[in-house]
């Protein structure tokens, strides 16, 4: 997947700037939407028997957003340890960093 | 959500009107999803063409779930993004 | 979930007018592409032994987008109602309004 | 698909303008969405490199019945949205 | 769907020559992305037994790809052929066309 | 990826700097379908709340074949892209 990791630019623009605050933030809201689409359909029954969360369901979400948490990381990690190893360490700018 | 640091106030004014934009887009995808995953589950009877009582019910339960649901998740959300920026997160030289 | 809800802004600007419409524009074509997702796969089985579709499939269809619309001014109504209750009826310009 | 009211004869343009980008984007999007459905449902095999013949009228079938089926949603959606409109939709006062 | 058809307009200002060639590459792209997507669901079973493609899942990979770009150029050629049939031909640019 | 060839020096620098952009958004989206692919698959045990140790390696393994994976289904891309371009594609005349 090499081919999709872009290379360093010198100097960022005011509207480049912009783009990759933007890209950042966006990345945090994706990867809440997608914990909020994986937790729902690993811990919430789809029958709807009743409109609140039980007990079940509340702890289970917690430990799922914990462990999306631990999975980003871990990936975080492999894939910036791959990409430093590839291109020696010369990583632009918002590529394989998510917790900024 | 650190990391915007490096913005002067015309390119934060500039990224805060994009924002809006992009808060109105997210309501408006939550609400699509939210009504597709609860049509998805609850409906399933199209021998009718008006919703039966108990998909009614069914939708509405579904509904008021998946908000507590999301509002959970959210509240978890920040607090682990809050932990991980407080850890210097995983590029702490940044 | 209110944390996604945004505030009044007074007095919009041309861009933001245009961004409105075009946000408003979008939602219906994306209630329609979900639609045709929905729809489809619940009245279309998936062995396709024939081209055209027939009465069964044709009258789910119809059935199925009554069904949808309804469902969403059920869940539009639940949502401004709740959003009236939490905000004191404050709520701003696209936010849970979906048929204009 | 009223609201659109309030913009002035610019505006208008402007926003006919990014409608037509959004048009090409659409139909692109139904084209993808279309080929991977019937991409899904229809090619299962792959002993082979090429496509069966069973797979390629698969492939063409499902074709003609999501654009016929499509098609007949379009209509039913217009109509729905017509009526909403007339009924002055959820919001009258707008 | 013919309605999701854009007529023809004569010549092109800069932004939309831009917007058109945009438009070409994402498509190449969300078509890629697709591929991605299908071929590893049909070809990658989900228990991650190895890290390494071993080589039924490698041999799968390639002819899915020939498979679906085949699949690609019969559903445009067929979709080109409706639309002429339906526009007496004049279909604008980007429209049906994906390999340009 | 033809079709290139009608814009002037201007237009292809803008071009340019949104495919930066979108590359950008590309790796993003790769990742967090990566992340989300493999949570799904690997991660169903919510009696803990934190990782068993089959549940990372189980990660780890499928984060590697997933890349893997589409390394070569970009080669392949590639190669099917470039014959269609020589065959003329689908518009010769183009």
């Given at each position: 997947m090499s081919f999709l990791f872009g290379g360093g630019r010198p100097q960022p623009s005011s509207a480049e700037k912009i783009a990759a605050a933007e890209a950042e933030i966006e990345m945090v809201s994706n990867m809440f939407n997608q914990l909020v689409d994986t937790c729902t359909k690993k811990c919430?029954?789809?029958?709807?028997?009743?409109?609140d969360l039980n007990k079940g369901e509340s702890v289970c979400l917690d430990r799922c957003v914990a462990k999306f948490f631990e999975v980003n990381v871990k990936v975080s990690e492999k894939m910036q340890g791959e990409a430093q190893q590839r291109q020696g360490g010369a990583m632009g700018g918002g590529g394989g960093s998510m917790f900024g | 959500m650190a990391g915007v640091g490096g913005l002067n106030a015309a390119e934060q004014r500039e990224l805060q009107g994009r924002m809006e934009q992009k808060q109105m887009k997210d309501f408006m995808n939550m609400y699509s999803n939210l009504v597709q995953r609860c049509f998805n589950d609850c409906v399933n009877d199209f021998t009718t063409k008006s919703l039966l009582g108990k998909e009614e019910s069914c939708v509405m339960r579904c509904v008021d779930k998946f908000l507590k649901s999301s509002e959970r998740l959210g509240e978890r959300f920040q607090e682990q993004n809050a932990q991980m920026a407080q850890q210097g997160g995983m590029n702490a030289g940044r």
């Open positions: 919430i029954p789809n029958q709807y028997r009743e409109a | -």
